[in-house]
């Protein structure tokens, strides 16, 4: 019957369509899109790594088991299966196997990779930098200090004695090494394309690491809905060479701002920063992240204004206007 083999042919072809618009979506964006999965330091690489490994063993899984489906209703279907139906039947050990034996199989070796995971971007001491380090006989580490903000982030260097507010600027092939506080909520400190999350605390104090491999300018943000500013509660990462960053350090340590707690309080206090403006400090009060972190525990907080939550559109306008005001 050649209207029935149109058909069917015709279905075949509509089946695939969703393939096809897949691969048009893939290819399309292949160069922006997909930035959150291309990794440009050690760590983010081992996550990458691990995610890919993870998702090739689940598909092990799910593909034959698709398959299988597909080919369990043709051979058993109605009128015209290959397969037929066996009253009597109960049990078979062929089935028994594959249905324990191959989940057993799959949870051991994915248990054996999430351990090695783990261990390997261990927050506290990431075995892959160690290995790293050892290798290649990497320079001293650079230390930062992320203090989280309503909706800033702060990042005190306090072997070079300075400070920005939203600009982390780091250099290559240097193991950084964060302690992170919050001096307000919880937030997630996330550069995708340099290290996975991990949640900052008010009054807490945790540790994070990266090392860049390659120059570049990597978008970092907060991971947690912390409030109104929170969809501006981004910071730009840029990894230059080690000549960059101390000619970096160098400019910035002429910046006419200092940071002592007086200054720190005035820069916590609850702001939208809608247009990432970037503030540089020459000059840090010696352990201001140790001070802030005792000052949260002891009750200090940063109250946000009803006008920044319950009118938020009218704060913008008018902020927006008073921006408009300065540039004149
Ligand atoms: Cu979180």
Excluded at 8 to 17: C, F, T
Excluded at 110 to 133: D, F, G, M, Q
Aim: with cysteine; charged share 20%; proline share 6%.
């Amino acid at each position: 019957m050649p209207t029935n083999r149109l058909r069917s042919r015709v279905w075949r072809v509509l089946s695939l369509a969703p393939l096809w618009l897949l691969a048009g979506c893939v290819k399309q964006h292949a160069g922006d899109d997909f930035w959150m999965l291309d990794p440009k330091g050690i760590i983010s690489a081992t996550q990458d790594h691990y995610l890919t490994l993870d998702v090739l063993v689940m598909l092990l899984i799910i593909v034959p088991t698709g398959i299988f489906i597909v080919w369990a209703m043709r051979h058993y279907r109605k009128d015209g299966g290959r397969g037929h139906y066996d009253g009597r039947w109960d049990h078979s050990n062929v089935l028994e196997a594959i249905v324990w034996g191959i989940p057993i199989v799959t949870v051991g070796i994915l248990s054996y990779y999430s351990v090695k995971a783990i261990y390997a971007v261990n927050p506290y001491h990431p075995t892959v930098i160690a290995r790293a380090e050892r290798a290649t006989h990497a320079r001293d580490p650079l230390d930062v200090d992320v203090i989280s903000t309503d909706w800033q982030w702060v990042f005190v260097y306090p072997k070079q004695h300075i400070a920005t507010v939203d600009r982390l600027v780091i250099p290559t092939g240097v193991p950084v090494r964060f302690r992170l506080t919050s001096a307000t909520v919880v937030n997630d400190f996330y550069i995708p394309q340099l290290v996975g999350m991990i949640d900052v605390m008010p009054g807490m104090r945790v540790r994070q690491s990266l090392v860049a491999s390659s120059t570049g300018t990597y978008e970092g943000f907060s991971a947690d809905y912390s409030g109104a500013g929170f969809s501006w509660m981004d910071f730009e990462t840029r990894a230059v060479s080690p000549q960059a960053f101390g000619a970096w350090v160098a400019k910035v340590q002429t910046a006419p701002a200092h940071l002592t707690y007086a200054t720190f309080r005035t820069v916590a206090r609850p702001t939208i920063n809608v247009h990432g403006r970037v503030a540089y400090f020459s000059q840090v009060q010696p352990g201001l992240f140790r001070h802030v972190v005792a000052e949260t525990m002891a009750g200090k907080t940063y109250p946000t204004p009803m006008a920044m939550t319950e009118n938020m559109t009218g704060y913008l306008r008018r902020q927006a206007r008073r921006d408009a005001h300065n540039r004149d």
